[in-house]
């Protein structure tokens, strides 16, 4: 049974920098398409990175790309989001997200918190 655990959520200021961390069990980052995603009050989750089953390519959403950097761990099966010069408009619920190959089922994980303020 696929399972998705985040961290590393938190409160920094403008400009600060922040590594999320997405646990995967029950399955392999080579059998899935992984993404990180984003809910703020009023709107529904909004797509921010992807990286392939191959680990060979990545794809961003304009409002994160050259701040925003996915990357995965094979050997702990954890899939990270790496997020530089964070801005108040950062601000939400990030969530990590799990797609077998040939499916459009999706896997969640519970979110976690990022807040960006000054």
């Known amino acids: 049974q696929v399972q998705l655990v985040e961290s590393g959520g938190g409160s920094v200021q403008p400009g600060e920098s922040l590594t999320l961390s997405c646990k995967l069990s029950g399955a392999t980052f080579s059998s899935h398409l992984m993404a990180w995603y984003r809910r703020t009050p009023g709107n529904e989750r909004r797509l921010l990175a992807t990286i392939s089953s191959s680990g060979q390519s990545t794809n961003y959403a304009s409002s994160v790309q050259d701040r925003f950097t996915i990357f995965r761990d094979t050997a702990t099966n954890t899939l990270y989001l790496q997020m530089d010069n964070l801005k108040i408009e950062d601000t939400g619920l990030y969530y990590c997200?799990?797609?077998?190959?040939?499916?459009?089922?999706?896997?969640w994980g519970l979110g976690t918190q990022v807040t960006v303020s000054s």
């Open positions: 997200n799990a797609r077998p190959l040939g499916t459009t089922d999706d896997y």
